[in-house]
């Protein structure tokens, strides 16, 4: 079992920045792509960006420009850089990771908790 624990919401005025983190933890063998996904109140769940193990990485038309995805493989963590933040960026941010436990087990995409992120004045 992989565990993700995300950390670094809160509130911030327009325009400010804020940086999630999520770190792996438990019976790790190896972790693929690793991601940020988001949700509004009273909208689906919504893919903000990813990155490959070798830092490829892609983004939601809605966030280029403002926000930055970056791993550190050797921490097994995922970070995201948000500037420029608006209030249509407010909504709980779930971290996710493809990784298998063992050699001999499957890849499965395991959550996190997911972290609120609020953008008000």
């Known amino acids: 079992q992989v565990q993700l624990v995300e950390s670094g919401g809160g509130l911030v005025q327009p325009g400010g920045s804020l940086r999630l983190s999520c770190a792996a933890s438990g019976s790790i063998f190896s972790i693929y792509a690793m991601g940020w996904y988001r949700q509004a109140p009273g909208k689906e769940r919504e893919l903000v960006t990813t990155v490959t193990s070798s830092g490829r990485s892609n983004y939601a038309d809605s966030v280029k420009g403002r926000f930055t995805i970056s791993r550190d493989n050797a921490k097994n963590t995922v970070y995201l850089q948000m500037n420029s933040l608006k209030p249509e960026d407010t909504a709980v941010y779930y971290c996710?990771?493809?990784?298998?436990?063992?050699?001999?087990?499957?890849?499965?995409?395991?959550w996190g908790q997911g972290t609120q992120v609020t953008v008000s004045s």
């Open positions: 996710t990771a493809e990784a298998r436990s063992s050699w001999f087990d499957p890849v499965y995409d395991y």
